[in-house]
């Protein structure tokens, strides 16, 4: 992960360690569920580009269009 994503990751588990009312031993379970909203998030952004999640698990590829025809049809 890179600085900034690790910091929006580390932030958002705070919030909501903070509202499960501070639980001991349970940091990495909000650091996955941060991390799970966040892509969520993402999922939803206008500006992400469209993706391929065809792999399992759902793991993206990357672009769902392709540039070989003049009117980017999906190629997935």
């Known amino acids: 992960m890179n600085k ?12 909501l360690w903070e509202k499960a009312g501070k639980p ?6 909000f650091w996955r569920l941060a991390e799970q ?20 698990g759902g793991v993206s590829v990357g672009p769902a269009w392709s540039s070989s025809s003049a009117d980017y049809t999906a190629s997935g």
């Open 4 to 15: 900034r994503l690790d910091e929006a990751v580390a932030a958002r588990a705070y919030q």
């Open 24 to 29: 001991e031993g349970r940091d990495e379970e």
């Open 37 to 56: 909203e966040l892509i969520n998030e993402d999922k939803g952004s206008p500006l992400r580009p469209p993706t391929r999640c065809d792999q399992p």
